[in-house]
């Protein structure tokens, strides 16, 4: 079975400074792993994703996350903080291979506040 | 180009009552995916959907909850006989495939159920 542990419902950071989301998962075969944003009363938009290539992988907005297989983490950082980067975050895995339906696990989410 | 719809946005109903949710995920998708978001249990995978078959209904949470696809286009979330706890944002996602490093899903905006 699949899981994924976010620590930290809420994440305070000042404008400027740096974002760091924490993401364990759990997954029994090889993973896809997905970080995604939803902004107060929108869908989910996809930030990035590790899909078994590179292992710090460049997302949207200046994001990145780095997998790492022997800490079973997909943390995601950005150097600084703006303020329009408030919102919910959600650290998901699917299980790699063709047999997997790709239907996503989600963490609990982290909620972002940027303080000026 | 058009992203993924889902109507109606609001829906109040009445316990009791059945409802349905409509998705129409962007043209050419082939998989098709329906999730809740709840604050009592965060997002969850409900269906997926590959053309107009559902490989995995593993997420629905009682036979009250149904969903069919037809043309391998839009998609049909049906609650019967709802209940409080139906209370929810359910969300469609469509991507290219289910499986592989093509599986970025892309989100609707989701629909608000409320059951009073």
């Known amino acids: 079975a699949q899981s994924v542990t976010q620590l930290g419902s809420h994440v305070s950071v000042s404008e400027g400074a740096l974002v760091l989301l924490r993401c364990n998962y759990s997954?029994?075969?090889?993973?896809?792993l997905f970080w995604y944003v939803q902004y107060p009363n929108q869908g989910l938009q996809l930030l990035l994703k590790y899909t078994s290539a590179a292992t710090l992988v460049k997302g949207i907005n200046g994001f990145e996350a780095e997998f790492k297989k022997s800490e079973t983490s997909f943390h995601l950082t950005k150097p600084s903080a703006h303020m329009s980067d408030a919102a919910e975050y959600f650290c998901a895995v699917s299980g790699g291979g063709s047999s997997n339906t790709g239907k996503l696990i989600f963490g609990q989410g982290t909620t972002l506040q940027v303080k000026p | 180009g058009a992203g993924v719809s889902q109507s109606p946005s609001n829906k109040v109903t009445e316990k009791g009552k059945d409802v349905e949710l409509r998705c129409d995920p962007i043209s050419g998708h082939t998989a098709l995916y329906w999730y809740r978001q709840s604050l009592g249990q965060g997002l969850e995978f409900l269906i997926y959907?590959?053309?107009?078959?559902?490989?995995?209904k593993s997420g629905l949470p009682s036979d009250r909850f149904s969903a069919e696809r037809t043309g391998g286009s839009v998609s049909t979330l049906t609650i019967q006989r709802t209940q409080q706890e139906d209370s929810a944002v359910y969300l469609c996602a469509s991507s290219e495939q289910g499986s592989g490093v093509r599986n970025e899903q892309f989100f609707g905006p989701g629909t608000r159920l409320t059951v009073l």
């Open positions: 997954s029994s075969v090889p993973p896809y």
């Open positions: 959907f590959q053309g107009n078959s559902a490989p995995d």
